[in-house]
């Protein structure tokens, strides 16, 4: 139990690489998701369980709640940032990644200060070129996500252009399940 992580907005397409990379490392990692339909595909890339967004998502008037997460990937932002800031173990990190249900983080500063927590920021955007290639290329290798050669694994599906309204509605509300690939011809 000592080395839980958690990586949040699971089921999504930074989600779910996320998942199959640390689970790939041999971390014991839990998918924080709003689909619970979701389990089997979450398990098959490594995740050891899942937890419900209602969980994630709640509001706390505690600044702290019981030590849980050894780490943490945020995709999500509010207002599931606040919780893994209260419930990361003392000296753990969060890499936050994402604003998929909001930007604005409302939370305290004692995580910091009682507990030696730390808030990453990710920006893949800026990467210069060459750090890039050397993480592609870890990417390829050693840090190679469980699931990619399996069919559904990361849950990529094809959507034409006709397709993408859906998709983006689905995007909007919270539906996505990894990634679309957009086919651009008939
Ligand atoms: N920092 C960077 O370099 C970087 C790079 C790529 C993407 N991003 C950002 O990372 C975030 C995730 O990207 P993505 O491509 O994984 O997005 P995505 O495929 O749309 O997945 C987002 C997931 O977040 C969860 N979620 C929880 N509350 C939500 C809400 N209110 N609205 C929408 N989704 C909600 C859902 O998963 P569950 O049902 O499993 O909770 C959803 O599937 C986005 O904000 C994106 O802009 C940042």
């Known amino acids: 139990m000592e080395r839980e992580l958690q990586v949040t907005g699971a089921s999504g397409g930074v989600?779910?690489?996320?998942?199959?990379?640390?689970?790939?490392?041999?971390?014991?990692?839990?998918?924080?998701?709003?689909?619970?339909?979701?389990?089997?595909?979450l398990r098959a890339l490594g995740a050891a369980g899942l937890v419900e967004r209602d969980e994630v998502t709640a509001e706390s008037p505690r600044p702290l709640e019981s030590a849980r997460w050894a780490g943490a990937v945020d995709t999500v932002g509010a207002p599931t940032l606040p919780y893994v800031l209260r419930t990361l173990r003392l000296g753990a990190a969060v890499a936050s990644s994402g604003n998929a249900g909001g930007a604005v983080l409302e939370t305290t500063v004692l995580p910091f200060i009682l507990r030696g927590v730390s808030l990453l920021g990710m920006d893949s955007?800026?990467?210069?070129?060459?750090?890039?290639?050397?993480?592609?290329?870890?990417?390829?290798?050693?840090?190679?996500p469980a699931g990619l050669d399996e069919d559904g694994g990361l849950g990529v599906s094809e959507v034409g252009l006709d397709g993408l309204e859906g998709a983006f509605d689905a995007i909007l509300a919270a539906g996505a399940r990894g990634r679309w690939v957009v086919r651009v011809t008939d």
């Open 125 to 144: 955007a800026n990467l210069p070129i060459d750090q890039r290639r050397a993480l592609w290329t870890r990417i390829a290798t050693d840090l190679r």
């Open 15 to 41: 989600g779910s690489v996320a998942v199959a990379i640390l689970a790939a490392r041999g971390h014991e990692v839990w998918a924080a998701t709003g689909k619970p339909d979701e389990e089997a595909r």
